[in-house]
Nanobody, 123 residues
Framework: QVQLVESGGGLVQPGESLSLSCKAS????????VSWFRQAPGRDREYVAC????????YYSNSVRGRFSISRDNAKNTAALRLNNLKPEDTAVYYC????????????????WGQGTQVTVSS
């Protein structure tokens, strides 16, 4: 059974950090590009970051570049997103997703999704 499970979300104060994890089962994650998206209440799902399948290149949205870092551990079949210097506007449900071909800014480019993990940034 193909499955992605996110974990690591929580409630933090502005300026703090979190690490999110995306565990894949039923397929080898290193065969796919892996992205993180987020969705705040009342808003569209938003691209956050991606790590490519071929050479591990990383890409970020302008809103998180320099604060977030995406990585993958193929031996553990996981991907991760490190969130530093969090801001209230980072509050959202964070999803990981996989693409067979390449990184894409658009959710339609991804075949599999996790259930999401909530990140809340508030003082």
């Amino acid at each position: 059974q193909v499955q992605l499970v996110e974990s690591g979300g929580g409630l933090v104060q502005p300026g703090e950090s979190l690490s999110l994890s995306c565990k894949a089962s039923g397929f080898p994650l290193d065969d796919y590009a892996v992205s993180w998206f987020r969705q705040a209440p009342g808003r569209d799902r938003e691209y956050v970051a991606c790590i490519s399948r071929v050479d591990g290149s990383t890409y970020y949205s302008n809103s998180v570049r320099g604060r977030f870092s995406i990585s993958r551990d193929n031996a553990k079949n996981t991907a991760a997103l490190r969130l530093n210097n969090l801001k209230p506007e980072d509050t959202a449900v964070y999803y990981c997703a996989t693409a067979e071909v390449k990184c894409s800014y658009y959710p339609q480019g991804y075949e599999s999704w996790g259930q999401g993990t909530q990140v809340t940034v508030s003082s």
